[in-house]
């Protein structure tokens, strides 16, 4: 009976609070002609309707249908309830009882309503750079505690004047509940500053940094999650200048253009492509360049490329900054992102000409995030803003479990009500600043969500060397070692959501520590997730000389795999040229002295990018495979050379052989490298299906930093297209170590511990 009087009570989970949901619910109830509530609760949001059945349905069914594009609902659950006789709909005051498990939103860029208002002079958020609403603004960058309030966040001391005040207050308004909401009357404001002399506000101070941009002063910026340092990405000599100061010698800078079309003529864009660049995540997106911008991204084809997501970014180049701008984290090499004022002004003293600062604190520190829409489907190469910290995959567990990660790339993995939530990028734990932030964010992040350290199941990496490791042997009674490469895997399945199929396991990475003690990196295993996962082949074992130096300089990490070949012509002649450390490293590896033994497919890469010209030591993790796959990309597709897999060995010797005896004849060192990339791509599809008869198995499973590889995962796609098999990879969290702390957590969350 469509007349009928009926209720409901609705409870909707998800990240639905921060972001809209309850003045949606609001209008939709209204506008369905219903009474009842709506309110925040630790677990989401609590809705009570009654109303007449007809309009009842039409509002279930547009409340997932036409929810606000920056929630994610994840369950609906709706239980028939007794009409209470309400007449309206009202939203009522937050419940707080235990603890809150609602999931905390990204933080999201500028809408476009908001963007309207911004360059409309009649409006009283004209030209105001904190301009927000319950649709975009900070989240996560300012949160200091749950419930997301305004008393919670770092807009706390800035009182609302009676214009934005009755805004908050209004239901109908998109500004109803918009923590961080302000103008300029009554909010923070950005500054210019210049050595001691702070001049200017809001556009006036903004105006004067797009002037300075122009002229090639390097200027840095307050963004959403930290500083930026910007200069003229079309100015060698800025560009040159940023990299002497920072210490940067050649890994790439990222950008950020003014709109789409700036980015078009800058680099080849798929669809694919462009709806990533525009995604609510607004990451940096690798793509093709067209052209070569000098000092930017030296060696690859590649640029980053990013749109501006704040209302100061769009003001910049409104004011007239150059179109394309260097917007890379303000730090000295590879040292975590400033984000407090007062570390800003000492640390980047000397690096930048002038500041551009905005009053509103940063809770926390949160890098751009870095993806490409891959051969494979979305890649993510670097999680963080937009991204961070939402939940990635739920996992069967009702325990609480903290993942400390791995030491390069470090994120961390929280599990609270059988969610995973992984952290932002938080860096190489090896530098002591990128430490402390580690030990923050745990303490962070567990502080948010209300967990008892000493409660909580902690998982880490198997190496008894890892800062993360020791850190976390000193955390809680119940611990967990979860071998590198597995966790690798587990990534894939954890984000699959798969505790049981069996698969194949491929992790091809660069370091890390093995069940015997030696360093893996090229691990074929068979199993499951609840299962585990047994190694059952690897790269042929290879001596590597000279510790983390080795790791560091390919000429190194060449000497015990180029040992293993048969005859060798004078490598420290023409062609080859390599530096006399070389006949050091190899007196090591004769010696069997500073050496251990390695399966790193990471360290073959460097072996062959050592062979083909890359002499020197790397100046970033990853530089030689990174300068490979750009070498490989300048020739056709060429045949394969060999990387049969013998017994449970991938044999590397044919191939190396070949490297070395292609490039005496002088043939085209591009050539050579593609020629290895395809030989990797088919090597490693044959020994899958290989193994996979062997094994029974039809799901192929690919991970470790050596598949950030667009090429090779190109040839493997081509390859394994139509072989009946399953092939999955990362989407949500990186290939890279970053993806480490959610393959422990799953692992974690199966054993028989919990
Ligand atoms: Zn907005
Ligand atoms: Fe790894």
Same mark, same amino acid.
């Given at each position: 009976m469509p007349d009928e009087i009926c209720a409901h009570a609705i409870r909707v989970r998800g990240v639905v609070q921060g972001v809209g949901f309850r003045p949606f619910v609001f209008r939709l109830a209204r506008a369905n002609a219903l009474a009842g509530w709506v309110l925040n609760e630790e677990g989401g949001v609590e809705i009570h309707v009654e109303g007449k059945q007809a309009a009842m349905e039409g509002f279930l069914r547009d409340l997932k249908a036409s929810a606000p594009p920056a929630a994610v609902i994840t369950t609906i659950e709706v239980i028939p309830a007794d009409p209470l006789g309400m007449h309206e709909f009202t939203i009522r005051a937050s419940e707080c009882r $235990? !603890?809150?498990?609602?999931?905390?939103?990204?933080?999201?860029?500028?809408?476009?309503?908001?963007?309207?208002? %911004?360059? @409309?002079?009649? #409006?009283?958020?004209?030209?105001?750079?904190?301009? #927000?609403c319950t649709a975009c603004g900070p989240r996560y960058s300012i949160l200091l505690s749950l419930p997301y309030d305004r008393g919670n966040t770092t807009m706390q001391s800035w009182a609302m004047d009676t214009r934005c005040s009755a805004q908050y207050h209004d239901p109908?308004?998109?500004?109803?509940?918009?923590?961080?909401?302000a103008c300029a009357d009554c909010g923070p404001h950005y500054r210019l500053r210049a050595g001691t002399e702070t001049t200017g506000i809001d556009s006036v101070a903004i105006t004067r940094a797009a002037q300075l941009l122009t002229e090639g002063k390097i200027v840095a910026v307050k963004g959403l999650g930290g500083f930026h340092l910007a200069c003229n990405a079309?100015?060698?000599?800025?560009?040159?200048?940023?990299?002497?100061?920072?210490?940067?010698?050649?890994?790439?800078?990222? %950008?950020?253009? !003014? &709109?789409?079309?700036?980015?078009?003529?800058?680099?080849?864009?798929?669809?694919?492509?462009?709806?990533?660049?525009?995604?609510? *995540?607004?990451p940096i997106v690798l793509v093709p360049g067209r052209k070569q911008l000098d000092g930017v991204a030296p060696e690859t084809?590649?640029?980053?490329?990013?749109?501006?997501?704040?209302?100061?970014?769009?003001?910049?180049?409104?004011?007239?900054?150059?179109?394309?701008?260097?917007?890379?984290?303000? #730090? =000295?090499?590879?040292?975590?992102?400033?984000?407090?004022?007062?570390?800003?002004f000492e640390r980047l003293d000397g690096i930048a000409d002038a500041f551009l600062v905005g009053e509103r604190p940063i809770a926390r520190r949160v890098d751009d995030s870095v993806a490409r829409a891959g051969a494979v489907g979305t890649m993510i190469l670097r999680r963080a803003r937009g991204y961070a910290p939402g939940a990635v995959a739920g996992l069967r567990t009702g325990r609480p479990i903290l993942a400390a990660g791995a030491d390069l790339k470090n994120t961390i993995t929280l599990v609270v009500d059988g969610e995973a939530i992984v952290s932002q990028h938080i860096g190489d734990l090896d530098h002591y600043e990128a430490f402390r932030a580690f030990e923050e964010t745990i303490r962070d992040l567990l502080k948010m969500y209300d967990l008892d350290p000493t409660k909580v199941m902690v998982a880490h990496d198997s190496h008894p060397q890892y800062a993360s490791t020791g850190f976390a042997c000193g955390l809680?009674?119940?611990?967990?070692?979860?071998?590198?490469?597995?966790?690798?895997? *587990?990534?894939?399945?954890?984000?699959?959501?798969?505790? &049981?199929?069996?698969?194949?396991?491929?992790?091809? @990475?660069?370091?890390?520590? $093995?069940?015997?003690?030696?360093?893996?990196?090229?691990?074929?295993?068979?199993?499951?997730?609840?299962?585990?996962?047994?190694?059952? *082949?690897? %790269? =042929?074992?290879?001596?590597?000389?000279? $510790? &983390?130096?080795?790791?560091? &300089?390919?000429? %190194?990490?060449?000497?015990?795999?180029?040992?293993?070949?048969?005859?060798?012509? #004078?490598?420290?002649s023409a062609p080859f040229n390599f530096p006399p450390r070389y006949l050091r490293a190899v007196q090591l590896v004769e010696k069997g002295v500073r050496t251990f033994q390695t399966t790193s497919v990471g360290r073959l890469f460097d072996t062959v990018a050592a062979l083909l010209g890359f002499t020197r030591p790397m100046s970033y993790e990853g530089q030689a495979a990174v300068w490979l796959e750009h070498l490989a990309r300048q020739s056709r597709q060429v045949e394969a050379l060999p990387l049969p897999l013998a017994g449970c060995e991938l044999d590397f010797r044919g191939m190396l052989e070949s490297v070395v005896q292609d490039r005496v004849r002088g043939r085209e060192p591009a050539a050579i490298a593609r020629a290895f990339h395809r030989g990797l791509a088919e090597g490693l599809a044959c020994a899958a299906a290989d193994l996979c008869s062997r094994f029974r198995l039809n799901t192929v499973v690919l991970s470790g930093g050596v598949f950030q590889n667009e090429l090779l995962l190109e040839d493997l796609r081509d390859l394994m297209d139509g072989s009946g098999f399953e092939v999955w990879t990362n989407h949500a969290v990186p290939p890279n170590d970053g993806g480490i702390s959610l393959g422990q957590a799953a692992i974690a969350s199966v054993s028989h511990h919990t």
């Amino acid at each position: 009976m469509p007349d009928e009087i009926c209720a409901h009570a609705i409870r909707v989970r998800g990240v639905v609070q921060g972001v809209g949901f309850r003045p949606f619910v609001f209008r939709l109830a209204r506008a369905n002609a219903l009474a009842g509530w709506v309110l925040n609760e630790e677990g989401g949001v609590e809705i009570h309707v009654e109303g007449k059945q007809a309009a009842m349905e039409g509002f279930l069914r547009d409340l997932k249908a036409s929810a606000p594009p920056a929630a994610v609902i994840t369950t609906i659950e709706v239980i028939p309830a007794d009409p209470l006789g309400m007449h309206e709909f009202t939203i009522r005051a937050s419940e707080c009882r $235990g !603890r809150p498990a609602a999931r905390i939103s990204p933080d999201l860029p500028v809408c476009s309503e908001c963007l309207s208002e %911004l360059f @409309d002079p009649s #409006n009283e958020r004209y030209l105001y750079p904190y301009v #927000n609403c319950t649709a975009c603004g900070p989240r996560y960058s300012i949160l200091l505690s749950l419930p997301y309030d305004r008393g919670n966040t770092t807009m706390q001391s800035w009182a609302m004047d009676t214009r934005c005040s009755a805004q908050y207050h209004d239901p109908g308004d998109r500004r109803f509940h918009a923590q961080p909401v302000a103008c300029a009357d009554c909010g923070p404001h950005y500054r210019l500053r210049a050595g001691t002399e702070t001049t200017g506000i809001d556009s006036v101070a903004i105006t004067r940094a797009a002037q300075l941009l122009t002229e090639g002063k390097i200027v840095a910026v307050k963004g959403l999650g930290g500083f930026h340092l910007a200069c003229n990405a079309t100015d060698p000599t800025a560009v040159n200048a940023l990299r002497e100061r920072k210490f940067r010698k050649e890994k790439p800078f990222a %950008l950020m253009v !003014r &709109d789409l079309d700036v980015a078009r003529g800058l680099a080849k864009f798929s669809r694919d492509d462009e709806s990533l660049l525009v995604s609510l *995540a607004r990451p940096i997106v690798l793509v093709p360049g067209r052209k070569q911008l000098d000092g930017v991204a030296p060696e690859t084809d590649e640029l980053g490329i990013m749109l501006p997501y704040t209302p100061l970014h769009y003001l910049l180049f409104a004011s007239g900054a150059p179109a394309a701008l260097v917007m890379t984290s303000a #730090n =000295r090499s590879s040292e975590p992102i400033a984000y407090r004022d007062d570390d800003a002004f000492e640390r980047l003293d000397g690096i930048a000409d002038a500041f551009l600062v905005g009053e509103r604190p940063i809770a926390r520190r949160v890098d751009d995030s870095v993806a490409r829409a891959g051969a494979v489907g979305t890649m993510i190469l670097r999680r963080a803003r937009g991204y961070a910290p939402g939940a990635v995959a739920g996992l069967r567990t009702g325990r609480p479990i903290l993942a400390a990660g791995a030491d390069l790339k470090n994120t961390i993995t929280l599990v609270v009500d059988g969610e995973a939530i992984v952290s932002q990028h938080i860096g190489d734990l090896d530098h002591y600043e990128a430490f402390r932030a580690f030990e923050e964010t745990i303490r962070d992040l567990l502080k948010m969500y209300d967990l008892d350290p000493t409660k909580v199941m902690v998982a880490h990496d198997s190496h008894p060397q890892y800062a993360s490791t020791g850190f976390a042997c000193g955390l809680g009674e119940r611990r967990i070692s979860v071998q590198h490469h597995r966790a690798h895997i *587990a990534s894939v399945l954890a984000e699959q959501g798969e505790w &049981d199929r069996p698969v194949l396991g491929v992790a091809f @990475d660069g370091t890390g520590y $093995g069940d015997d003690g030696t360093i893996w990196g090229g691990e074929c295993f068979a199993g499951s997730l609840r299962g585990g996962f047994e190694r059952v *082949a690897h %790269l =042929r074992s290879a001596a590597l000389a000279g $510790g &983390d130096a080795g790791a560091r &300089d390919p000429v %190194l990490a060449s000497a015990g795999f180029l040992s293993q070949v048969g005859t060798l012509p #004078n490598l420290c002649s023409a062609p080859f040229n390599f530096p006399p450390r070389y006949l050091r490293a190899v007196q090591l590896v004769e010696k069997g002295v500073r050496t251990f033994q390695t399966t790193s497919v990471g360290r073959l890469f460097d072996t062959v990018a050592a062979l083909l010209g890359f002499t020197r030591p790397m100046s970033y993790e990853g530089q030689a495979a990174v300068w490979l796959e750009h070498l490989a990309r300048q020739s056709r597709q060429v045949e394969a050379l060999p990387l049969p897999l013998a017994g449970c060995e991938l044999d590397f010797r044919g191939m190396l052989e070949s490297v070395v005896q292609d490039r005496v004849r002088g043939r085209e060192p591009a050539a050579i490298a593609r020629a290895f990339h395809r030989g990797l791509a088919e090597g490693l599809a044959c020994a899958a299906a290989d193994l996979c008869s062997r094994f029974r198995l039809n799901t192929v499973v690919l991970s470790g930093g050596v598949f950030q590889n667009e090429l090779l995962l190109e040839d493997l796609r081509d390859l394994m297209d139509g072989s009946g098999f399953e092939v999955w990879t990362n989407h949500a969290v990186p290939p890279n170590d970053g993806g480490i702390s959610l393959g422990q957590a799953a692992i974690a969350s199966v054993s028989h511990h919990t």
